[in-house]
């Protein structure tokens, strides 16, 4: 084929040797002088060109999101790779064993600006802010010691997954996310702080931090996921923060140094086996608001493995509200308790346990001033609205209630 400025002149192209499926909705092609060129979207399947000596480099087209665990472990003949931005995740052990990681000297690996390991004897690093983004796994066992410095946003699933070394990480006030199993097994790290911005507490996160004494979550969280502080032997005090909905299931299971818990008024679910195996936590205050208490989610320990030896923790006592769900949960699992309020229902203005007729047109005379409350316990249970003031709003609500058959909150 000829070429513009030079008659006769022919270009060379490199013949695809291999092409083929890499993802979902991603393709390949293979050329003859080792080049790997992925087009399309979504994410490139685990461990999909392990062990392809073939690969000298790699072209990732805009479209990909995501490139998978071990997608290039040991194509040891993989010497540059190009990474377009839409990619957000690098798997764990994705560049391992390749020239490409090899052939730098520094303590720390990168791939087109993305961080992607570290020295196996590494004890301390810095990682910079400018990083394009941090892969899955990325460091060591042997580290002791990491800055995260400003400008890094997230720190990816497993990042520091069994670095039993780790004493310290400083984490940025720039990170709005911590992957699940971050820290998963770090069974050296004392504290941690966790920067406003974060919103969730993911799946194992601290899971098996047996060292870990002190954590304090930003005010920005509003979930706390399953095993996220499981088996965290040394912790003894949690405060979750107001704006948290949501403790998971075993969240804090075998804490066995927990004794101060503080459960905001905005909790509403509280999972299976949430603080269970807490010997050390003797009483816990559960609000009003929280609706859902899961299965033997606290005042129970296992003496060895799931539901083997199980007991009720010794003098556990729970304080809660009348007819909430903590009440119940006491009641249900025959766990000691004590009641926070007066122990009136809203609406029940004559304490026969019931809101009916007799309450409304009690309610109605108040508003209308033909009757008046006879102390103080009647009137606290006419003003549902808590205004201090008996009239029509009130009377609404406890007839609402009556023609509904619901309870008034």
Known sequence: MGSAGEPGSVRAYAAVVDSGECGLNATYTLDSDGTLTISGSGKINDQVFEDNNNIKKVIIND?????????????????????????????????????????????????DGWLVGCGYNEVSVVVPGDVRGIANGAFYYSLESVTLSEGITVIPDKAFYGCDDLKEVNIPTSVNKIGIHAFYNCTSLKTVTVPEGVSVINEKTFYGCTALEEVKLPSTVTKIEDYAFWNCTGL????????????????????????????????RTIGDHAFASCGSLKSLTVPESVETIGDLAFGFSWNSSWEINLQKVPDFKLYCYRYSGAENYAVNNGIDYELLDSGFIKGDINFDTKVDTKDAMKAVAFDKKTAAPKNDDEFRAADVNGDEKLDSKDAMVIINAVKNKTAIK
């Open 236 to 267: 003894k005090k949690i405060d979750i923060p107001k704006g948290v909905i949501d403790i998971g299931n075993s969240v804090f299971y075998n804490c066995t140094s927990l004794a101060d818990v503080n459960i905001p008024d905005t909790v």
């Open 63 to 111: 479209g990909i999101t995501s490139i998978g665990d071990s997608a290039f472990n040991w194509c040891e003949n993989l010497e540059a790779a190009s990474i377009p931005d839409s990619v957000t995740e690098i798997g764990v052990n994705t560049f391992n064993m390749t020239k490409l990681t090899h052939s730098q000297t520094t303590d720390l690996k990168y791939v």
